[in-house]
């Protein structure tokens, strides 16, 4: 008998064992009984665990959430920046979210002395950016944050006729607290973020002029708010 013939042999008389092994099981069927000690079970077993473990353990009441930036609200002021954020959020555990966002505005100046330029572009310059992050809560409402986004930049004269485009790759490192109202179904995020752009391209020449030596960071505040569903 050759080796195949051999292990196929095994290999049947192993699955003919185990048929038989559970077929002779006896499987207690499923009584309120049955279910008052597993319930009671599960309850030993929470309090057993560490503190720690527990609320790691604990169920998210609301994963989802939806939330903007209150500086919006600047839009309905005289030369506004047209600044909108919105964002998606899912909360994977009690301390874990991760998001998506949107993120567009307009800017007459370098970032990096944004508000407090010697001189401003010939023109503006528009962006767009669709971004993704991730939030870590450390200790209660504390949190950090980090997130990339990626911006195409419509580049303006001083006659609103597009000259070109570029790319920005836009990243945010973050810390802050998050306030919870209403049986922490709305939430307020005040924080500070250094916001740092390795990635600008495609200036045009004038505009690259009044870039030359521009940081590219910058210390901002934030202030979001959003509602968990």
Partial sequence: MNSRVQLGLIILGLICLNANVF??????????????????????????????VQSEKQIVQYRHSVGASVFMVFNFFPDPADYYLLNYGYRLTQKD??????????????????GNSDEPYPGFIRAF?????????????????????????HYF?????????????????AA?????????????????ALKYWPVDTNFPADFAEIEKGAPIHIFEPSLNCGFRF
């Fill in 176 to 192: 802050g607290y998050r306030f919870e109202f209403f049986e922490k179904r709305y939430f307020v995020e005040p924080a500070l």
């Fill in 23 to 52: 077929a002779q099981m006896k499987v207690q069927p499923y009584t309120p009984e049955v279910y008052a000690y597993a319930v009671a079970a599960s309850e030993t077993d929470t309090e057993t665990m560490p503190t720690s």
């Fill in 97 to 114: 979210r991760i998001f998506i966002e949107f993120n567009t505005w307009k800017y007459a100046e370098p970032l990096g002395t944004y």
């Fill in 157 to 173: 004269d001083k006659d609103d006729d597009i000259i070109q485009k570029g790319l920005q790759i836009y990243m945010q490192f």
């Fill in 129 to 153: 950016g669709i971004g993704a992050g991730y939030q870590r809560f450390h200790w209660k409402g504390m949190f950090t944050t980090i997130e990339a986004t990626a911006f195409t930049k």
